[in-house]
């Protein structure tokens, strides 16, 4: 089955799924649905990418495309609950959204804390209360950045909202739990993400997708963040989904002046894991960091696609991505940064390393600087090797086991990125699942 065919497949069964359904919900507003079958042609026509296109050269969706997915409707799946939340995501104590099959679960939610100037909803409730607040999120070319970002203009129906006005704070994390769970039929959800920052308000928002252990779905997920002027957003994203599962997500970033915006991301899980970044700096003075380890074993595929756009003066960009890769693991970090006419006085570094565990193991490293203006300090680099074997033999020298020894190491690499989340209890949580993650039985090392 050839991917066209396969995409065809898919976009009918997820066609049909939608127009059949009846939950209640009214009609979308002229503008979405309009919105909706603009982006529908626009995959129809143009199909998914292929290894032809440069920003998918290294991943192939082959195996995605062949699974005849259906839309994830409200209510789909088994019995989600609390236990099963807490144990996917650990508890941050602030406001808490659950989505289950990417459907607001507000039983499983906590909305309480909250500070005057700070609105944490669902997406569907807005949508059917004041649908004109999506519209900006929703008028945009169809295809602007490829076929999965178009599908979920498609079939985005629910996800998270955060409106943060002038000058609010928000000290608590906001945590955003996105959890499948099929009931043994293959889904595809598609969550929108909304988060709009005015100028002088902060907020931290953590983002969480796991699932149930076996389960075959596909995530598809969309991020959206709008940063108005000196607004701060500190972002994190932990990808734990079961190794039957795709994931596929973009995180769609626009700055204003003097505005910073951090995010730091944990890729896990899935079979192919994908983690695309987009962000704009728009107007003077605007600042992101960008941070991610990734750690695919078996015949796991993970791929990291960051774009940063200089498009005002005076902006900065920071990126470090670190792959651990293990068995016949595939990662990919495509890290591209442009720096635009007039964007004089950029400021902007990338960095990629990774270690390599096996010798099936395999990384594709591409670090790019696009430079269309003279006054700039940008620099790039990656860095491809294996564990010391010098330092093995001195652990091993003092009575360390192996896979102890070699968990040590592995740790030490990938500890400088764990070490810069600043939420204690999420931090904790990662340590202990990356520490674990390369060692076995009894010789486990504990961070």
Known sequence: MTIATAARGVLSKLETCRGDRNDGHDR????LADARLAALAWVGEHGFPTRKDEDWKYTGLDPILAVPFEAAAAGTGRWVSAEMIDTAAVDLGGP???FVNGHFAAELSRLTGLPAGAEVTNLAAVLAARPQRLEPFFSHTPGEHHAFAAFNDVLAEDGAFIHLTPGTSVDEPIQLVFFSDTGG????SSPRSVIVAEAGSRATIVETYAGTFG???CTNAVTEAVLGDDAQIEHYKVQDEPLTAFH???LDVRQGRNSRFSSRSVMLGSSIARHEV??????VGAEVSLDGVYLPQGDQLHDNTIFVDHAATGCTSHQLYKGVLDGGGHGVFNGHIMVRPGADGTDANQKNKNLILSDRAEVDTRPRLE???DDVKCTHGA????????ALLYLRARAIPLEAARGLLIYAFVHEMVDRIELEPLRAQLETLVAGRFTHGDDQVKP
């Open 248 to 250: 596929l997500a973009l």
């Open 215 to 217: 389960d075959v779905y």
């Open 371 to 373: 430079i269309y203006t």
């Open 383 to 390: 860095a491809v090797g294996q564990l010391d074997e010098e």
């Open 278 to 283: 987009r962000v704009l700096l728009e107007d």
């Open 185 to 188: 039929f293959p889904l595809m």
């Open 28 to 31: 979308d507003p002229a503008w």
């Open 96 to 98: 808490r959204l659950v």
